[in-house]
Nanobody, 130 residues
Framework: QVQLVESGGGLVQPGGSLRLSCAAS????????KGWFRQAPGKEREAISC????????YYADSVKGRFTISRDNAKNTVYLQMNSLKPEDTAVYYC???????????????????????WGQGTQVTVSS
């Protein structure tokens, strides 16, 4: 059974940092492209980062570029999102996602940041406030 579980959210002051984790089970996460998304109250879901399967190429939305970093630990079957210089507008529920279609050579060095994903975690709340 494909399962993704996020953790690491919380309350942080502006300018602070958090690291989110997304632990996968039931499949090998590294075989597939994966992404991080967020949704703030009253807003549409926003794609913020994705990582390719084989070489771990990373892509970012302009809103987080230079502040957020996606990484992976294959031994732990986990992908991370390091968030630095957090702003109040980063407040949202953060989700990781993957899709078993996103495997094969096309996804070795590329990931679909703005396409649909089939498997989602339950989300973790990040609140940036003083």
């Amino acid at each position: 059974q494909v399962q993704l579980v996020e953790s690491g959210g919380g309350l942080v002051q502006p300018g602070g940092s958090l690291r989110l984790s997304c632990a996968a089970s039931g499949f090998t996460l590294d075989y597939y492209a994966k992404g991080w998304f967020r949704q703030a109250p009253g807003k549409e879901r926003e794609a913020i980062s994705c990582m390719s399967s084989r070489d771990g190429s990373a892509y970012y939305a302009d809103s987080v570029k230079g502040r957020f970093t996606i990484s992976r630990d294959n031994a732990k079957n986990t992908v991370y999102l390091q968030m630095n210089s957090l702003k109040p507008e980063d407040t949202a529920v953060y989700y990781c996602a993957t899709d078993l279609r996103y495997s094969g050579s096309r996804y070795y060095t590329w990931c679909p940041l703005h396409e649909g994903y089939d498997y989602w975690g339950q989300g973790t709340q990040v609140t940036v406030s003083s």
